[in-house]
């Protein structure tokens, strides 16, 4: 009788520390188990974002570098273009000292300027540099130009001018080494326009024959 109620008490206890046991086991790695799951998580997690903050990186400097792609051809085909406008010949102007019209002589190694006054008739030839800007001194006391004038009937008239040298007190030209040129005559009185053709010119030792223009259109 003794040995089968300690049977039965001992039975309970027994199935009561094995369930003690499976409890506190079980309790003891469920949190470990939720933990190392969550942290796990949460690395992937941060990864997941350091990709995609790598993959922004990578996307925004790829970006930055087509722009400046894109700006460097810009600045190529502005170049390019102004390389055209430089071999088109674009910007090579030269202001006329007196306000009159320029004539290159040669390959622009020299200018005349030509100035006409219709109210007096008065036709005055410059001899400038290349620029147009500083005067040229020529050994020679006068220039010759054969104009062609309109006529009132529409015909066309030739007329032999000759321009003598200018005296100039101020910088010590004179009439056989001057840079400045004149003639006054009835026929240029009331006229705005003409053909022309200089006969001979002797410039820096060159010798120009029949150098022709027209006015007021000159030659540039």
Known sequence: MTKAIHSIVNKPLGALLVALVLAFYGCGNAPDTASSGNQEEAHDHEHGEGEAHEHEHEDGHDHEHEEDGDHDHEHAEEGEHDHEHAEGG????????????????????????????????????????????????????SMEFSLALKTDNGGTTVTM???????????GE???????????????????????????????????????????????
């Open 161 to 171: 001018l000759e321009l003598a040298g200018v005296e100039n007190a101020l910088t």
């Open 90 to 141: 674009h910007g090579h102007t030269h202001e006329a000292p007196h306000g009159g019209t320029l004539v290159a002589v040669g390959d622009h190694f020299a200018h005349l300027e030509i100035v006409l006054d219709p109210d007096s008739g008065k036709l005055t030839a410059y001899v400038l540099d290349g620029e147009a800007e500083n005067p040229i001194r020529l050994k020679q006391g």
């Open 174 to 220: 004179t009439a056989e080494d001057t840079s400045e040129f004149v003639v006054e005559s009835e026929k240029l009185k009331g006229i705005d326009q003409f053909s022309a053709v200089v006969s001979t010119l002797e410039i820096k030792g060159e010798k120009v024959e029949d150098l022709e223009f027209d006015f007021p259109e000159g030659n540039e």
